[in-house]
């Protein structure tokens, strides 16, 4: 049972959601060493659950999924962290599910789901990129993840296997954000403490929306993590900073 009392301590039930491009296991990899003695569930995205993408994927396939993995896992009520794709499903199962979620940790969520987070995203920029060529859409892309002045890495000379999934699970995952939509009232109504974090050289759009969620949930904390981007976040860059705010964080529940 989440925050249950063994020997004295409180046990932290936790599951952590990637982005749209590297699997759970490799996103969280480094993070994990930091958790030790948490109960971390490292759940990989429901579009990935089948080689090609279901043609009637919805971000709600993802909250339903992240219900499932919480269920199978024996937790009734736990805390989360998402990135990029992981914390716009974490932001949508607070939303659905608030009464399971002790708190809600979003490090670049990849869309609030609100109109104003679609009026200013720069959708037609992704409309662009994804009339390109599979590999080129993938770099695309990845460029629309950070700021102008971020160059980005050249691509691996044998890309892993799971990379395949990739093209086809962007443009789909992608299609699911523009047509979900959350009331800005939803997330005024959640009571959980939140944390958003961010790097200071990441695409705009997220310092936008720390702004903008920061006026919406009642219990919001945020931190900039200095020289990093969407590409190289902070619990990959500085997982031991991360782990040690993350557990400060958790105190607040």
């Not at 009734?76 to 940790?105: I, M, N, W």
């Not at 987070?117 to 009339?131: H, I, L, P, Q």
């Amino acid at each position: 049972m989440t925050m249950a009392e063994e020997n004295g301590s409180v046990a932290i039930d936790l599951i952590l959601l990637p982005g749209i491009v590297a699997p759970a296991a490799i996103r969280y990899r480094d993070l994990l060493q930091h958790l030790v003695g948490v109960n971390a569930v490292v759940k990989d995205l429901e579009i990935y659950r089948e080689p090609k993408p279901p043609s009637n994927f919805s971000i709600a396939h993802e909250v339903e999924g992240l219900a499932r993995a919480a269920d199978e896992a024996g937790l009734d009520r736990f805390h989360v962290y998402g990135h990029s794709g992981g914390g716009a499903v974490a932001l949508a199962f607070a939303v659905a599910h608030p009464e399971r979620l002790c708190t809600l940790a979003l490090d670049e969520p990849a869309s609030d789901f609100t109109d104003e987070s679609n009026a200013t995203y720069g959708w037609e920029e992704f409309d662009r990129a994804s009339t390109l060529p599979p590999a080129e859409a993938t770099r695309a892309f990845l460029a629309l993840q950070v700021s102008s002045s971020v160059e980005l890495p050249p691509p691996p000379d044998a890309p892993p296997p799971w990379m395949s999934t990739r093209p086809a699970g962007i443009q789909a995952f992608i299609r699911a954000v523009r047509s979900h939509h959350v009331e800005p009232d939803a997330y005024r109504r959640f009571s959980a403490p939140v944390y958003f974090s961010r790097g200071s050289l990441t695409h705009p759009r997220w310092e936008r929306m720390e702004k903008r969620l920061s006026t919406l949930f009642p219990r919001f904390s945020s931190d900039v993590f200095e020289g990093l981007h969407h590409l190289n976040t902070s619990h990959q860059a500085e997982p031991e900073r991360v782990a040690a705010r993350l557990r400060a964080f958790w105190r607040l529940a």
